[in-house]
């Protein structure tokens, strides 16, 4: 069962459910093409097997650490708006939990890059009575975020 379920009080309703983007995919991708990339020249320009493999082996790790490493942060991450909280959860076992009370929040910035824009991505910053959250990104669909923070 999702977290924010167990955490619904009575009398509120989810508005929206965010997730983490999927760009978070993009480095390991970039570490395996690099990993391809290198086993290749390596082959081309005569170094030995051993060597080759050693290198393209290593980035091959690291691809796939990476990947794990976004794959767990989508998994595990839940952003849900409801009519009356923001709630961003992170984690599984060693859970890390963010709340605030819609009534509570002065602004929500979104940053977007060039990229990001295309992608429908970006970090938001919720500013609240008292302080601010840190940036959490890249979620999808930034603006619904925060048009369902300011309908709430």
């Given at each position: 069962m999702a977290y924010y379920k167990k955490v619904l009080r009575p009398g509120e309703n989810?508005?929206?459910?965010?997730?983490?983007?999927?760009?978070?995919?993009?480095?390991?991708?970039?570490?395996?093409?690099?990993?391809?990339?290198?086993a290749t020249i390596a082959s081309s320009l005569g170094m030995p097997s051993g060597g080759a493999a050693a290198l393209s082996s290593a980035f091959w790790l690291i691809a796939l650490y990476s990947f794990l490493a976004a794959w767990w942060l989508r998994?595990?991450?839940?952003?849900?708006?409801?009519?009356?909280?923001?709630?961003?959860?992170?984690?599984?076992?060693?859970?890390?939990?963010?709340?605030?009370n819609l009534t509570k929040i002065e602004t929500v910035d979104i940053r977007?890059?060039?990229?990001?824009?295309?992608?429908?991505?970006?970090?938001?910053?919720?500013?609240?009575?008292?302080?601010?959250?840190?940036?959490?990104?890249?979620?999808?669909?930034?603006?619904?975020?925060r048009n369902a923070i300011a309908v709430g």
């Open positions: 989810v508005v929206f459910l965010g997730r983490i983007h999927w760009k978070v995919y993009l480095r390991p991708v970039s570490v395996a093409v690099l990993a391809m990339f290198v998994w595990t991450t839940e952003i849900v708006v409801t009519n009356k909280r923001v709630l961003l959860k992170l984690n599984w076992i060693a859970i890390k939990t963010r709340e605030i977007q890059s060039i990229a990001d824009r295309l992608l429908n991505a970006g970090s938001v910053i919720i500013v609240g009575i008292g302080g601010s959250w840190e940036p959490f990104g890249p979620i999808a669909e930034p603006l619904r975020f």
